[in-house]
């Protein structure tokens, strides 16, 4: 006999520590039949006690498609825009979930504020564009604030929102210029419970003979310590392809609650374990939450 899953229903005056997950087994298959008994979760160490469960397989999502338009990324941005239109064309729910798209590069452009119309961001998708010569010069000179960035769509946009939260990010993972660090990009990001999904796409010859500049380590970081995923796009893998399984994840997640056994006395982040009990699952989900008095 199945159990039946519970529907998350929050009361206004517990404070609920929501996970959201995605397990895979040995061989990287995505497994969507588990239910709350699979799972175990603490808290600094202490057995917590999983309260609300769900397949968010249903559930409305809200997502922020973040571009990197410097001029390291002109001669992919074209594959980025196709693929990111086609991605929204096939994930995006009108009237059900809501999508916002940003861009940035020496500053921060929200190109599509919160719809949830899909022709809105079909169109707003044909203005994200690289800089020209003389933006770049009324900047006073290049960069690409990428830190910044996500620390504006979490602090002015995803805070705000609730549910299911994710924002995708491509770049090449290369920072210049940003007031924020990769250490603030996280927390904004815990703080906002939403999850960052990276897609590293890079043009090797945007520096010069050599390189010399490698964002893989920096997006790992923003993927992995917010709950997210992160990927690569190269000769083995392409956008479309890298997409196809970010779509695959965003319709097999589990979302778990919990009330902690510790009341909130003081604003802090608290680290969190998340399990699944079956032998040979690894579970993808944050590690830490923002407990705000």
Known sequence: ????????????????????ATVRNKSGALMGQLTQDDFTVSEEGRPQTIRYFAAETNLPLTLGLMVDTSGSQVKVLDAERGASMRFLDRVFREKKDQAFIMQFDTSVKVRQPLTSSSRK????????DAET?????????????????????????????????????LTDGVDFGSEGTVKESVDAALRADTLIYSILYSDPGA?????????????????ENSGGDF????????????????EEELRNQYNIGYVSDKPVTLSEFRNIQLAAKQKGLTVQARRRYWAQR
Not at 143 to 159: P, Q, R
């Open 231 to 246: 990927f690569e796009v190269s000769r083995k893998q392409t956008v479309e392809q890298v997409f196809a399984i970010l």
């Open 1 to 20: 006999m199945v159990r039946a899953q519970q529907t998350p229903t929050f009361s206004t005056d517990v404070k609920v520590v929501n996970i959201l």
């Open 121 to 128: 961001l079909d169109d707003a998708m044909a203005y994200v």
């Open 207 to 223: 520096y010069g003979i050599g390189g010399g500049h490698d964002g893989r380590r920096v997006l790992q970081d923003l993927s």
């Open 133 to 169: 010569e003389r933006q770049i010069r009324l900047q006073g000179g290049a960069g690409t604030l990428l830190y910044d960035a996500v620390i504006e769509a979490c602090n002015e946009i995803m805070k705000k929102q609730t549910g299911r939260k994710a924002l995708i990010v």
